[in-house]
């Protein structure tokens, strides 16, 4: 269902399709791993036999590179779909459980069952993915969705509709279309989970929301996810993996490393590498990195001007732009950007950045690196780039992050096997794989009595009583 709607007919329409989805979740709750896995499929299909639709939506929208659609957003979900065909009938039997001796005769097993009617919110930075696949898990555990895609990736958001429009009935899946006055009208409804990504500021409003019908919430948040780099790291290698995770997608992507923590010993030749790479990806024929096909844009010029305040305050307060530097407000093209001498009052090393600028900053031990770190909010990712067994160790035992990678970034969102997610203000909740179809499920606790009673404990409690309820305290 591709439905634009007014603010006068906003609540009537939502709440007619709000209905007829609560009206059919039982149905939905029924269906087996084969129906589930066929309503998958179907995404699949169509996906894959309309990628070059999808391909120039992203263009449209942000001039997004084919390569990075294959990558960031196909690939992610076409792995999930996978991983989800091959286990779901596994995920779906229900676990048997270990019963404590105490409750002798008694079976105890677990069930996931749907939460229900499920929102399900994306950001506009991968506005496919981050749809797409909470959408497949959200089918994989039998529940129904209302969809709302970013109104600031248009085109994909039209694709989008089209699909889900082509594919589902509404009483099943149903994607709405606008901006954050829909956004409100649909959390105004109760909801039985929300799957929200975007900012932690929006993450905050989300779930004051969902809180009003005590609805469940995953938050896909961000932060200012770091990138360690000790003296013993490999600096070449360090330098592309950082390079490609802070430029992907104009450096749009919430798992980006944020900033760079250096050792101070190595920082020169690592920067020096750093250039030659940046030069390599985007500019080996040198016409300049804004003629480059593999490089995206900022999404809107809003979104340039805010990153671009971010960068005159940085300078103004003595930051150093030593490399790029370039801007373009006609087309919110922001050069690739190294920026040194940052300190830690700036705002761009207070706020998220989401685009495509580098603050580099120096530590001479790990413990330096560690208290700017801890310092802030606990990062959605951190990374650590190291050859040292014991410095590696030493960072993980006392730092907090959604997740971390160790000698390259931004690979945990492609991991079906690992979940995904942030820590408090990074994110509540995980995702991907069993972890997304856990988390989009009620864990019903079942026991069953196979023989035996309990009736020995009920009142009267005489002191025969009171000895075997002492006795299955203390033994048992």
Known sequence: ???????????????????????????????????????IRRIQTWMLSHQSDLEKAMF???????????????MAVNAEIKHIIKNLKRWMRPQKLPTPLSMVGMRSSIRHEPKGNVLIFSAWNYPFALIMKPLVSAIAAGNVCVVK???????????????IGELFPIEEVAIFEGDAVLSQALLELPFNHVFFTGSPAVGKLVMAAAAKHLTSVTLELGGKSPSIVDETANLKTAAEQIAWGKYLNNGQTCIAPDYVLIHQSVKEPFLAEFRRVVTRMYNADGQGVEASDSYARIVNNRHFERVRSLLDNAVEQGARITMGGTLNDSQNFIEPTVLEGVTDGMRIMQEEIFGPVL???????????????NGKEKPLALYIHSRNRQNIDYILARTSAGDTIINDVMLQFGNVELPFGGVNNSGIGKSNGFFSFQELSNQRGVMERSFGTMKFLYPPYTDRVKQLINFVIKRL
């Open 1 to 39: 269902m591709h439905t634009t709607l007014t603010e006068t007919d906003l609540n009537s329409d939502l709440k007619a399709v709000f209905t007829k989805q609560r009206q059919f979740a039982p149905l939905m709750a029924l269906t087996t791993a084969s129906q589930r896995i066929e309503r």
């Open 60 to 74: 449209d929208d942000f001039r997004k590179p084919t390569a990075e659609v294959g990558l960031g957003e196909l």
């Open 149 to 163: 895609p970013s109104e600031m990736a248009p085109n994909t958001a039209r694709f989008m509709s089209r699909m």
């Open 359 to 373: 603050p580099v900053v120096t530590f001479s031990t790990p413990d330096e690196a560690l208290a700017l770190i």
